[in-house]
């Protein structure tokens, strides 16, 4: 059985108020619901949600079961007729492609149609999200697609703690790429890999391990958002950013403000660098045989001189460039 089968009242997840032909968007929801499937659900949980529920299954578990289909269905058809809106008035025969007229309609402005379309997007774009944040709590669902590599952060919403990104997991998913170069570059080349591996996979970490984890946590998640904002579709709202899809904004999707933009950039860089710098400094100034061992014998620890106690202060929140 699929996700989206003709039998389910489509009024129920996509603003309709006219009747439509099932097998003129048959393809596209075959499509949609394929990649659902393998982008997000897996072929496992897929087939939990796809086959007859089992009678042994608690009531609540079975709730929520129904709960995340009605989500998918929502991804599933608003993504159908978002991405399907240009088509689905068109025919094509032996004869070529012909345009299905209606005496009593006529045929929407091509800016009513773009509308239409990112509006449809839109939603599917937020249900998306929603479906994310509910899997998450699902034991039987593959989380990795919404885990990084990472040593320091590895999940959005420990991300989101550290630099806004509205709690979105699909906004994490786009920033896996920069969050794993971000540390494996800027932050490995101050600290070297093998004590930041050390660190940050310590089950207790001590007091003063956790304050250079809270500083090198906080530098990677905005100079991430730094790097990924140049190469990534973007939309800044309550000083949160957030990755849009370039499909799911279309082509008239208006950019960023550039001053905005400029500023907001600026900001992340001055933040992520100042807090990398009050790690450094921390390090540098504490570091010995009994403590940041790892560092202390390695190439990266840069002796301060005078009193080699260091302890953060409101001068350590400036940026020192």
Known sequence: MKLVTENIDFKDYVSLTAAFTFKKVKPELTIQENSLKIDILGQIYYDYLTNDPNPALPAEQEEKRQEIIDKCRTIIINKTFGTAIDIIQVSISDTGVQRNEDTSKKSAYRYQKEEARQYLLKNALIATDQLLVML???????????????????????????????????????????????????????????????????????????????????????????EAMKHLPIIIENDAISVVSKSSEGESKTPVNPDLFRMKHNSLMAIGNNSLHIAKRYLDSNAKETLFQIYYESDYYTPIGGDSSYEQNEDSNIYLG
């Open 136 to 226: 998450s709590g699902e034991g039987n669902w593959d989380n990795s697609i919404i885990k990084s590599y990472s040593l320091l952060i590895s999940d959005y919403k420990k991300f989101d703690d550290l630099a806004s990104i509205s709690g979105s997991p699909l906004t994490f998913q786009a920033l896996r790429q920069y969050l794993d170069y971000i540390e494996n570059t800027t932050i490995v080349d101050e600290v070297g890999f093998e004590f930041l591996e050390n660190i940050a996979t310590k089950e207790e970490p001590n007091s003063d391990e956790k304050t250079v984890l809270k500083h090198l946590r906080v530098a990677l998640a905005n100079l991430t958002l730094a």
